[in-house]
């Protein structure tokens, strides 16, 4: 079991670029949640999927950013147009089907906007 | 809404003393109760949880957790600890939501550094 799996672990861009995050969740795990890590907000919590369809996007920013999970294998998260108050670590989990609740955590992707 | 706190945003043990990290929780429901603990540069694993029945929970590494309803609370111990269990330490409340306890509520964490 590989854990889940997320690439790049550091992604730099310039202020304007767009960065996309890719997740791998654990295989057979059916729920995927991305969250965002920094020293001054902590750990929020972004977007969730299950089976693949989104759930609750209620943490995320309304603009620049968006989630998707084409199959089940792999999720994304976009950002368009980064800016400085983007940079952050982000974090995938996952968790499997049938009501439970342990997520499993990703490394991480540290995302830095210049 | 729901929140967590924990109050030490640092703590500085020697090798081989016991340890409590404290986690106090608001929530109206019945909380769902994690620990994560965080190495540098390392995603968050689960060191223990609580859904419910005893309130002494064991987790990994010789962790433990207790749960307290009267007192919102549920600290983390071990008896002894290691150099290598320096790391950041969560507290974690999973609440309904829309009927599916998934979303999580982290704490600010506490970083723990094991002296020699």
């Known amino acids: 079991n590989a854990g889940v799996i997320q690439t790049p672990r550091h992604k730099v861009t310039g202020k304007g670029q767009e960065a996309t995050l890719w997740c791998e969740p654990i295989?057979?795990?059916?729920?995927v949640f991305w969250y965002r890590q920094t020293i001054v907000q902590g750990l929020e919590f972004l977007t969730y999927?299950?089976?693949?369809?989104?759930?609750?996007d209620s943490g995320m920013p309304k603009e620049r950013f968006s989630a998707q999970m084409p199959n089940q294998s792999h999720s994304t998260l976009k950002i368009q147009s980064t800016q400085p108050q983007d940079s952050a670590v982000y974090l995938c989990?996952?968790?499997?089907?049938?009501?439970?609740?342990?997520?499993?955590f990703g490394p991480g992707t540290r995302l830095t906007v210049l | 809404a729901q929140s967590v706190t924990q109050p030490d945003a640092r703590v500085t043990v020697s090798e081989g003393a016991s340890l409590q990290l404290r986690c106090k929780y608001s929530?109206?429901?019945?909380?769902?109760l994690f620990w994560y603990v965080q190495y540098p540069r390392q995603g968050l694993q689960l060191l223990l949880k609580?859904?419910?029945?005893?309130?002494v929970v064991q987790g990994v590494n010789g962790f433990e957790a207790e749960f307290s309803k009267s007192n919102s609370s549920f600290h983390l111990r071990k008896a002894s600890v290691h150099w290598s269990d320096s790391a950041v330490y969560f507290c974690v409340l999973s609440a309904n939501s829309g009927g599916s306890n998934y979303k999580l509520t982290f704490g600010k964490g506490t970083l723990l550094t094991v002296t020699p």
């Open positions: 609580y859904y419910s029945g005893d309130p």
């Open positions: 999927f299950r089976n693949q369809a989104p759930i609750d």
């Open positions: 989990a996952s968790s499997s089907a049938g009501g439970a609740l342990e997520q499993y």
């Open positions: 929530y109206s429901g019945t909380p769902y």
């Open positions: 295989s057979g795990h059916s729920a």
